[in-house]
Structure formats: C-alpha cells, structure tokens
C-alpha cells in the first residue's frame, strides 16, 4: 500500500547507515524476506513485479523497521 516503508540499519564497519524502501504509488507494497543469510527488501507491484530491490547481508544488518501506512487511522 502506498506509504509502507521498511527502513534497514546495516552496520559499515566503522558506523552504520540507514537506507529505507517506500511502496511509491497506489497499488505497490513492501515485501521483505530473510533466507540464506540474505536480507531482501522489495516494493512490488500488485502482479507480484519487483520494481526496487535491496540486498543487505543478515550479519550486517542492525535493524529492520517496518512502518506501515497511516490508513487514515481514527482520532
């Protein structure tokens, strides 16, 4: 859904840095998978087409945030 955002900490040896995938548009979302020492974080299509994808070592990586969207949440 458009807003969902993971945000990704990987440790770069001397620090960290920070990177974050958005689901851009209408339709697309977020999808994130963990195999074989891998982090995949992908924004898809609705079809399932991954239009953005990032690769993270597990061992590197710090922390994995996911935000969902707002959704327009009551008040």
Same mark, same amino acid.
């Given at each position: 859904m458009k807003g969902d955002r993971v945000e990704i900490?990987?440790?770069?040896?001397?620090?960290?840095?920070?990177y974050e995938v958005a689901a851009t548009k209408a339709?697309?979302?977020?999808?994130? =998978?963990?195999?074989?020492?891998?982090v995949e974080v992908s924004e898809t299509t609705r079809t399932?087409?991954?239009? =953005?994808?990032?690769?993270?070592m597990s061992g590197r990586t710090l922390a994995l945030v996911e935000y969902p969207a707002d959704g327009g949440a009551a008040e």
């Open positions: 900490v990987v440790d770069t040896g001397g620090g960290s840095r920070t339709g697309r979302r977020v999808e994130v =998978r963990i195999a074989r020492g891998i399932g087409t991954p239009v =953005r994808t990032a690769r993270f």
